[in-house]
T-cell receptor
Framework: KQEVTQIPAALSVPEGENLVLNCSFTDSAIYNLQWFRQDPGKGLTSLLLIQSSQREQTSGRLNASLDKSSGRSTLYIAASQPGDSATYLCAVRALQGGSEKLVFGKGTKLTVNP | EAQVTQNPRYLITVTGKKLTVTCSQNMNHEYMSWYRQDPGLGLRQIYYSMNVEVTDKGDVPEGYKVSRKEKRNFPLILESPSPNQTSLYFC????????????FGAGSRLTVL
């Protein structure tokens, strides 16, 4: 059974710092891995999607990497801003036993202090 | 605007009173799914649908029903709600299985007394 773990559960940094969020998964047979942002009381916003054949994706100050063989992904946020404060979730998408599965980690709550 | 719309956004109900949470997308997506989010448990998949008239169970389907009679709509039905179904529910859609970005609705907060 696929399990997704995100470490740390919470992170507090000063504005301007570069930071890395970690995501690990137990089964490497995945279609893709997606990073989401969730603001309090709101839905999920997709940040980056990495296909299983890709190593990384970039969007603005965000860079996500994927190492399927080791079951790891990282989300790098450059020059963090208070507006980056949110919970960040990773999810792996895979077909297992004929059923589509999307498995989420429990998230990392990020606070960027002015 | 391309979006996934859920209704109601907030609902308080009582045990046993049937309710339906609607989900509609305007992107002509084939794939739709429902999740619940609970503190300490994260997001868990309830049901999903690969296309019209094709639905399948996720990880926590007990106590829920779904239907997919048309491509744009995927309602979540709680025939006899119980307090353990108090949760934040999300609907999501994408073009198809696999390689596509999943777009989420804003969420529906359900309280069952």
């Amino acid at each position: 059974k696929q399990e997704v773990t995100q470490i740390p559960a919470a992170l507090s940094v000063p504005e301007g710092e570069n930071l890395v969020l970690n995501c690990s998964f137990t089964d490497s047979a995945i279609y893709n891995l997606q990073w989401f942002r969730q603001d309090p009381g709101k839905g999920l916003t997709s940040l980056l999607l990495i296909q299983s054949s890709q190593r990384e994706q970039t969007s603005g100050r965000l860079n996500a990497s994927l190492d399927k063989s080791s079951g790891r992904s990282t989300l790098y946020i450059a020059a963090s801003q208070p507006g980056d404060s949110a919970t960040y979730l990773c999810a792996v998408r895979a077909l297992q036993g004929g059923s589509e599965k999307l498995v989420f980690g429990k998230g990392t709550k990020l606070t960027v202090n002015p | 605007e391309a979006q996934v719309t859920q209704n109601p956004r907030y609902l308080i109900t009582v045990t046993g009173k049937k309710l339906t949470v609607t989900c509609s997308q305007n992107m002509n997506h084939e794939y739709m799914s429902w999740y619940r989010q609970d503190p300490g448990l994260g997001l868990r998949q309830i049901y999903y649908s690969m296309n019209v008239e094709v639905t399948d169970k996720g990880d926590v389907p007990e106590g829920y029903k779904v239907s997919r009679k048309e491509k744009r709509n995927f309602p979540l039905i709680l025939e006899s709600p119980s307090p353990n179904q108090t949760s934040l529910y999300f609907c999501a859609s994408s073009w198809a299985l696999g390689a596509n970005v999943l777009t989420f609705g804003a969420g529906s907060r359900l309280t069952v007394l």
